[in-house]
């Protein structure tokens, strides 16, 4: 697909465009898309103006949640795929790295494509979640503690997703087992040595159950692994909960 921008006055020759195609049978398609988000943003950087950017990205953020309904209703994922890849470009123009890291659930194959920079979480909200599994008794791991006396401490009413994700995994070692994935060096083996997040696939509160590291873990995921230790009713217990703590890896994730 190509999204192409023109302007009001010249309706011929673009201000710019945004190409995007996938080749789905090629190798490691899914870890590749970051990079070329990355390559795109900095040409878009070049060659056309701050003030451009950012007066298309507020046009495209009032369409998207029209489109994506329509698009979510017929199925049509290829699509959004790419509707969320020209999206993730135009934002990632207005950091002056032009940086971006993939969702992990985009690499697990539960998500469409987001840069990791432009999601937020909600800070209170974090703190709110955090304070109600303290209550219930469970003790927090060193990740979780210094994420939630971070959380108290800032003056910002966000976090961004890689800052959060960061508490439990750094950025280098996130990109680090993308690079290790794409060069055939990576194992299904769960090298927390390695990668130093201390989860596995397998892990409660890892968004899934698969083999090698844990590429999301969340509370709402640990939440609900929690109460599929005694689960009732028996349905609420799919094939990526982990009945015993850490559980068999129930599959690979395929990484295309």
Known sequence: STFTVYSSSDS???LFEID?????????????????????????????????ISEI????????????????????????????????????????DCACLPVPLFITSKSVFHCQEDIFYEVDNLIATIDTIVAQGTPLDSATTNLYAFLESTQE?????????????????????????????YADDCNREKYRNGKCGSDIG??????????????????????????????????????EKPSNPSSSIDYK
């Open 206 to 243: 890892c968004c899934g159950n698969y083999a090698g590291c844990c590429w999301f873990w969340d509370w709402d995921c640990f939440v609900h692994d929690m109460k599929c230790l005694d689960c009732k009713p028996w349905w609420y217990c799919l094939p990526g909960c982990k009945p």
């Open 57 to 96: 990205i507020t046009m495209f953020e009032e369409g998207i949640n029209y489109t994506y309904g329509d698009i979510a209703d017929s199925k049509k994922y290829n699509v959004a795929i790419s509707i969320f890849y020209t999206r993730s470009v135009l934002l990632a123009a207005q950091r002056e």
């Open 20 to 52: 995007y195609f996938i080749d789905f049978e090629e190798e490691h398609w899914v870890l590749k898309q970051a990079d070329s988000v990355s390559q795109k943003a900095t040409d878009l950087q070049i060659n056309t103006t701050s003030q451009v």
């Open 157 to 185: 009413t966000t976090i961004r997703y890689d800052d959060y994700n960061s508490f439990y995994i750094s950025k280098v070692d996130f990109q680090g087992m993308i690079t290790d994935i794409r060069n055939q060096t």
């Open 12 to 14: 011929v020759n673009s």
